[in-house]
């Protein structure tokens, strides 16, 4: 199982668009560890959407798709759509 998922910080008002082949929670606990990187500016980031695919080109091309759209409104669509 592979995921495209979205994290949102509170502190930064930013997201954060990914995939990966690990649970959501492990991931996520690797994005709140000590680490370099985007993610490594706060640590209140929460998964606030996701989407299960069978294989990693698909996620990825989903994870690309949405960060092309270089748009915080549309991101916030998606995400309220969901929940």
């Given amino acids: 199982m592979f995921y495209f998922y979205i994290l949102f910080s509170k502190f930064l008002d930013k997201y954060y ?3 990966t082949s690990e649970t959501l ?16 500016m706060a640590k209140d980031w929460e998964v606030v959407y996701f989407e299960i695919f069978d294989n990693k080109s698909t996620a990825y091309k989903r994870e690309l798709e949405v960060k092309k ?15």
């Fill in 17 to 19: 668009i990914g995939h």
């Fill in 25 to 40: 929670e492990e991931r996520l606990r690797k994005h709140l560890s000590k680490h370099s990187g985007f993610t490594s």
């Fill in 69 to 83: 759209w270089k748009s915080k409104i549309k991101i916030q669509k998606l995400v309220s759509a969901a929940g």
